[in-house]
Every structure is written in structure tokens, then in C-alpha cells.
């Protein structure tokens, strides 16, 4: 199978964007965002202070502006961009931002109306300080746009999917050797780097040669617990502990991969031990949410709707106050991304959108609960592309 978006999907996606410059009556667009750079062109780079820009014309061969540290990186890793202008390194003797200026007027857009994801020409993070392009540029007309490169990412193509199905794939691998691995009197970080390590050598081998990496930082497959043992477990956005696992425990884990730059989601929440009757009855609830979300899921069906219908699980329960989160969010180049599975938002779910499903509940000092499934929309209902065993007695660590 191919492990990358193919040249011809990319060359789609930009005429895709290329009609919306029509539509919009603008005469390029200007990308900031590395993970919309990625998603035109398959060129993928470490975003820092040093400014990076993408354009996109309405017509001709698009353009990058940016570090001249980037250049080589651009040209093994794509054939769809055609001029490149670098600069030697940020600050400067002349702000890059000043020089993306003069570059944009010579290629004939001093007054154009130009499309921005971030209409201040730099990502703006690592310290990073310097004027907006539209000042520098002050005969153009500038247009927040980068909703087009959005919509786009909402409805994930076959290739995508294909990227996305494999993803969980190792993700599962992972995750079952998380579990293989966790006992009482290991540090969570430990158990996280053997199955992280194992299930990456494992992929790298089964795949060979054609796979590549994107991901900046961690390994290409992870599985781990980010510090959600125990009371911390309550914390669904923990980040560490210092003590080991007990019996007793509750853990909450996490697990994917990186396929071509896309990713997916599995969560599960392990007991270590026999589990006590209020951990089972926690984990009930839990799982009532999560199924309530999937049954409510299909083309058509409001996101708030999806929410709601594992909000009402839980709330009928008797555990309104311990909800942290809403039920999902869209899933693909980003961990988290559009659409949000949440109360306030009426977007129809439509088909070949991918999501997260994780209900939670987290009641402070004493554990959470929470499952997190990977799910495709199709024409007729919803599909779990992520697949590993959700029963707690499959969840048990037997201590």
C-alpha cells in the first residue's frame, strides 16, 4: 500500500483552492500554518521563529518564502513548488518580513487582493517578533481565507482514510503492548517508552523502506498514559506523575501513530486489580456515553446532537458535575481538529468525516474514566475504524 498522499491528490487540492480564489475574487493565497503547507504540497518542516510562507496563486506555480535552512528539505520532499525565495536567518539584517514584502511586489502582488490563513505572514511563536505583512504590503488588500484550506480537511478523501485505517492499525499494536507491559511498581513513563519502541520497530520493519516519519517529536507510534494514573486520571489533560503504578489504580491511556502525516485516536481506561464496585460503575456509565454517541452518529446528524446524547447518559446518571469536556473532535493531520463534537456547534456530520468519540467522567482526587475511538462517517451510518477491546473485564490488569 502507498504510505504517503499521492502527487495527483495534492495537484487536486490545489485546484480546489485555486477555484475558491476565483470564487472569492482573490488573487492568491498565503499559508503560514505548516499543517496547510502539508496538506497542498506533502512538504513538511519544523515550524520555529524563522518565518515560512506558501503561495498560492490563482494561476502559475505556487511560491515559498522562508529560511534558507528549509530549501533542501523542500526539494526532496515535493515537486509542486516552484519558485523559492529564502532568506539566511531570522532577525536578520533585514526582517524576513520586510523581504517577503519586496519579494511578493516583484512577483507582481503590491496591490493584489491576497487570501491568509494569518494575514501577519508568520506563525508568531519561539519569541518570535516582527510587523505584519499587510503593514509591510500596504497597497494589497488582505482577506482572513485560511477557512478554505479548513473546509477542505473536513471530508477526508480515500487516501486519507486509507492513512487513517492504517494508523489505528498500529496504534492497536501499541496499545496492546501497553497493556502487556503495565504492572504495579513501574513508572508510566517507563512502560510508555518499551511498547512506544517496540511497536515502532515492529511497523518499521513489517513496512519497510517507504515509511517515513512526519512527526517533529516522539516516535512514530505511541502508546503511553501521559501521567493519567490514579487520581491523576481525573486530569484528562494530565501531563506526569512522579510515583509509580498501585493496585487500585485507574489509567487512562493513549495510543496512535503517524502514517503519512495522519493520525488517529485510541483511548482506553485500565483497571489494575480487581476493579472495586464504584470503579465498575464509573466505567458503566462511561461506556453507556460512548455507545449513546455512536448510535447517534451518521451523515446529517448535528454535532451538538452527538454530544448531547452521550451528555444525557451521564447526566441522568448523577454525574453532570464531573463532565470536563465535550463528546469529540475531528481527527486527520491534526490531533485535534474541525469538526467539534460539541452542544454548541449544529454542523450536519457528513460523510467522510472523521472524529473522535470519548465521553468522559473525572471525579477530582479519586479517578477518571474515559474511552476515545476513532470513527468515520460513510454515506449511511458510521464506521469505528479503531478496534481494540472495550469491556473492562479485557481491561483489567491482573495484578
Not at 494561476?59 to 509542486?80: I, K, N, S, V
Not at 490563513?117 to 488588500?141: F, Q
Not at 489504580?249 to 496512535?256: H, M
Not at 491534526?334 to 471525579?363: A, F, K, Q, T
Request: proline letters at 6%; aromatic letters at 8%.
Amino acid at each position: 500500500m502507498r504510505l504517503y498522499i499521492s502527487e495527483g491528490e495534492y495537484r487536486r487540492r490545489i485546484e480546489r483552492v485555486r477555484e475558491e480564489l476565483e470564487k472569492r475574487s482573490l488573487d492568491a493565497l498565503l499559508l503560514t500554518n505548516p499543517k496547510h503547507i502539508f496538506y497542498l504540497t506533502g512538504y513538511t518542516h519544523i515550524s520555529t521563529e524563522r518565518p515560512a510562507l506558501l503561495l498560492v496563486p490563482r494561476e502559475g506555480e505556487l511560491a515559498f518564502l522562508g529560511p534558507l535552512l528549509e530549501e533542501d528539505h523542500l526539494r526532496h520532499q515535493t515537486r509542486l513548488i516552484g519558485e523559492v525565495r529564502t532568506y539566511f536567518d531570522y532577525p536578520g539584517e533585514r526582517h524576513p518580513i520586510e523581504l517577503f514584502a519586496d519579494w511578493l511586489r516583484e512577483m507582481g502582488y503590491a496591490e493584489a487582493r491576497l487570501g491568509a490563513d494569518n494575514p501577519a505572514g508568520a506563525s508568531g511563536i519561539y519569541g518570535y517578533v516582527g510587523p505584519p505583512l499587510s503593514e509591510k504590503l500596504p497597497e494589497a488588500t488582505f482577506e482572513r481565507a485560511g477557512d478554505i484550506i479548513w473546509e477542505m480537511r473536513l471530508i477526508k478523501s480515500r487516501e486519507e482514510i486509507t492513512l487513517i485505517r492504517e494508523s489505528a492499525k498500529w496504534g492497536n499494536l501499541a496499545h496492546r503492548l501497553l497493556q502487556e507491559y503495565t504492572a504495579p511498581g513501574l513508572w508510566d513513563v517507563e512502560v510508555s517508552l518499551m511498547a512506544s519502541l517496540e511497536a515502532t520497530s515492529i511497523m518499521k520493519k513489517a513496512l519497510g523502506v517507504e515509511y517515513v516519519p512526519t512527526r517533529v517529536r516522539g516516535p512514530p507510534v505511541y502508546a503511553g498514559f501521559r501521567g493519567q494514573v490514579g487520581w491523576k486520571s481525573a486530569m484528562p489533560h494530565s501531563i506526569g506523575i512522579g510515583r509509580e503504578i498501585r493496585v487500585g489504580d485507574v489509567l487512562i491511556t493513549g495510543a496512535g501513530a503517524d502514517v503519512g502525516g495522519y493520525t488517529s485516536e485510541l483511548e482506553r481506561t485500565l483497571i489494575v486489580g480487581e476493579p472495586s464496585e464504584r470503579q465498575r460503575k464509573l466505567f458503566e456509565v462511561m461506556l453507556k456515553a460512548q455507545e449513546a454517541a455512536f448510535e447517534a452518529m451518521g451523515p446529517g446528524v448535528r454535532c451538538c446532537d452527538v454530544d448531547r446524547a452521550a451528555r444525557e447518559v451521564i447526566i441522568k446518571a448523577g454525574y453532570e458535575a464531573y463532565m470536563r469536556h465535550h463528546t469529540g473532535h475531528g481527527i486527520g493531520l491534526d490531533g485535534h481538529e474541525p469538526p467539534w463534537l460539541d452542544i454548541g456547534n449544529e454542523e450536519p456530520l457528513r460523510p467522510g468525516m472523521v472524529v473522535s468519540c470519548e465521553p468522559g467522567i473525572y471525579i477530582p482526587g479519586y479517578a477518571g474514566f474515559r474511552h476515545s475511538d476513532t470513527v468515520l462517517i460513510t454515506e449511511d451510518g458510521a464506521e469505528r475504524v479503531t478496534y481494540y477491546p472495550r469491556d473492562i473485564e479485557s481491561l483489567t490488569i491482573r495484578a
